[in-house]
């Protein structure tokens, strides 16, 4: 079997690195070879120039193939698995017209794993290891109250007036702040047009406490039921969100009070306009330690008194292995595809797994990706 890595940008790295290091036969796709070279050239030669057709060419059934590409060329790797009899893997959320090949999968016995990442990824992996907990533990009772919340974000690890820089691509950040969200807050939904309207502080448990700001980020209804949530139980609190460093909000006003007003195609190039800017200004200098931070809590209550209340907490920055971000994003695609290789996954498409082992050796992985990772018991 043939591992077929598509993309070596920001965040893919350590997880390519450390499957060839693992011994994998690995093929290195990227639309710019020079640029592969610069990242895995010292450790494999086979590095090709990516195209559709070129993969298709390459790709043999019961071969894996990782798309760390931009998110709207994954299904088109996805359907090409299927005719060739090979298994999927990505990093991002999965849209609808991947979750439509489902059945296909499964009638073909391949596997596509998606949402193996940092967010979506590691933080799926903490709320299921917490819901399992909570259903194993003597507090258990559907009459409790619930309340759950799964904060992440990267944010510079030494701050800066503009509270945050870029790893990733300016445009992608700015188009999420122009996205709508939808939660739950006290019982009832709430659903923002914009993150600055419905910005809160955070109290995050590290061992030297701090605060940040969040805000909801996408639709977090649907991740009830993908977290195991008994539609019996009384939710009063549920949101999955992003967190920036305090004085975030203050800095981007003024970003926030332009892309209100943009729109078409005009909207569309001022964006870009935007982005290489911000790109100049506040990109991470090299060898400048970046920060991931992420917290995923849940709280039972019962008759106002709290019977169960645990939160994973981790803190990770850059250090001499290279960014937190690219060790937390493709570290875990890289477990995603030796547990394809070992069958561990069902055929289908699928997200981060919950099943118990699984989680229980991912988890204790990622534990050695950051500087600080632990289950607070509140």
Excluded at 34 to 56: F, N, P
Excluded at 310 to 329: F, I, K, P, Y
Aim: hydrophobic share 40%; with cysteine.
């Amino acid at each position: 079997m043939t591992i077929h890595w598509c993309g070596t940008g920001l965040s893919s790295g350590p997880g390519l690195r450390r499957l060839i290091e693992n011994g994998h036969d690995v093929v290195v796709w990227n639309r710019t070879v020079e640029k592969a070279r610069e990242a895995v050239g010292d450790l494999t030669q086979d590095i090709r120039a990516y195209s559709l057709e070129a993969l298709a060419a390459a790709l043999n059934k019961g071969d894996v193939a990782i798309s760390m590409l931009p998110a709207d060329q994954h299904v088109a790797i996805a359907r090409l698995c299927l005719e060739k009899g090979a298994h999927f893997v990505s990093s991002s959320y999965i849209a609808p017209e991947m979750a439509a090949l489902d059945h296909a999968f499964r009638e073909t016995g391949l596997v596509s794993i998606n949402e193996v990442g940092l967010d979506p990824g590691i933080d799926h992996l903490m709320a299921h290891d917490l819901v399992a907990r909570y259903r194993a533990s003597p507090a258990y009772s559907v009459e409790n109250v619930l309340s759950f919340t799964s904060y992440c974000g990267g944010v510079p690890k030494i701050p800066n007036p503009f509270r945050y820089k870029f790893s990733w691509a300016p445009v992608g950040v700015l188009k999420a702040l122009r996205s709508p969200s939808r939660s739950l807050k006290n019982f009832s939904e709430l659903r923002v047009a914009r993150p600055w309207d419905a910005i809160t502080r955070y109290e995050a448990p590290l061992p030297q406490p701090e605060s940040f700001e969040v805000y909801p980020n996408r639709d977090s209804y649907p991740f009830m039921a993908e977290y195991r949530f008994d539609k019996a139980w009384k939710v009063r609190d549920f949101v999955r969100g992003t967190i920036r460093l305090n004085g975030w909000t203050e800095a981007w006003g003024p970003v926030f009070r332009e892309i209100e007003g943009l729109e078409g195609p005009a909207g569309d190039a001022r964006l870009a306009e935007m982005a290489a800017e911000f790109l100049r200004n506040n990109a991470y200098a090299p060898g400048e330690p970046d920060r991931v931070v992420l917290f995923v809590s849940l709280k039972a209550e019962r008759e106002g008194r709290v019977v169960f209340h645990e939160t994973w907490a981790l803190d990770a920055w850059g250090d001499a292995r290279g960014s937190a971000m690219a060790r937390l994003v493709s570290t875990p695609v890289s477990f995603a595809v030796e547990s394809v290789l070992k069958r561990e996954i069902a055929a289908g498409v699928h997200p981060a797994p919950h099943d118990p082992k699984i989680l229980d050796s991912w988890l204790g992985q990622v534990r050695g990706l950051a500087q600080y990772m632990e289950r607070v018991q509140h």
